[in-house]
């Protein structure tokens, strides 16, 4: 199964863009990348997800390096209220999410 | 469209009790998942249920175990609870195929003293 690795922690100033490494070295040609985050023991939430292609939601830009080797979320603007742990998942081959131990972003004032 | 729905959101149990949790999809959403999350073991994936079928399994004992019903709601049980049961419990709906993006709900944190 492809597996994640992604920093521990980060910072960020707020207002500046967020951007979190993923790397998926041993990712499968038909296997995506999804990300999402988790706020404080809630529910995790979706934010974003691609195969090959950049991608760009309300809430975010997915970067997927063209060897599919690593892959970076961007939130262009972040605000005190996405700090959360984000989670890179590769989707394995029954489609269920399997999840790292993810990075940690603070977002400081 | 109402999210996913959890309860009961807090439950606190002793060991060798069972418990049931309960999970209602995203309306017209026809998967549901069910995911422990520890601070141990990060977040596990146990089953998913399709049209009243188990679809997946993860590895996780036999006391953990599941049901869907035919308007698509989902429950879990946990018989024999042990004091590493202790997790939040998460649920998550799709539409149907397997490559849609699932959406969880808030999670039944489960104490098990």
């Known amino acids: 199964d492809a597996k994640t690795t992604q920093p521990p922690s980060m910072d960020c100033a707020e207002g500046r863009a967020a951007n979190l490494p993923c790397n998926h070295s041993?990712?499968?040609?038909?296997?995506?990348v999804y990300w999402y985050r988790q706020i404080h023991s809630q529910g995790p939430q979706y934010i974003i997800h691609g195969l090959k292609n950049n991608e760009t939601n309300e809430m975010a830009s997915l970067i997927i390096t063209e060897d599919r080797k690593s892959s970076t979320l961007i939130l262009p603007h972040a605000t005190l209220r996405d700090t959360a742990v984000y989670y890179c998942?590769?989707?394995?081959?029954?489609?269920?999410?399997?999840w790292g131990a993810g990075t940690k972003l603070i977002i400081k004032p | 469209k109402a999210g996913v729905t959890q309860t009961p959101r807090y439950l606190i149990k002793t060991r060798g009790q069972q418990v049931t949790l309960s999970c209602s999809p995203i309306s017209g959403h026809r998967s549901v998942s069910w995911y422990q999350q520890t601070p141990g073991q990060g977040l596990q994936f146990l089953f998913e249920?399709?049209?009243?079928?188990?679809?997946n399994k993860g590895n996780f004992p036999g006391r953990f175990s599941g049901r869907q019903f035919s308007n698509s709601r989902s429950e879990m049980n946990v018989s024999t609870l042990e004091l590493g049961d202790s997790a939040l419990y998460l649920c998550a709906s799709r539409l149907s195929g397997v490559k849609e993006t699932q959406y969880f709900g808030p999670g039944t944190r489960l104490l098990v003293l």
């Open positions: 998942i590769v989707i394995r081959g029954n489609y269920q999410l399997i």
């Open positions: 249920y399709f049209s009243e079928t188990q679809r």
């Open positions: 041993t990712i499968s040609g038909n296997e995506y």
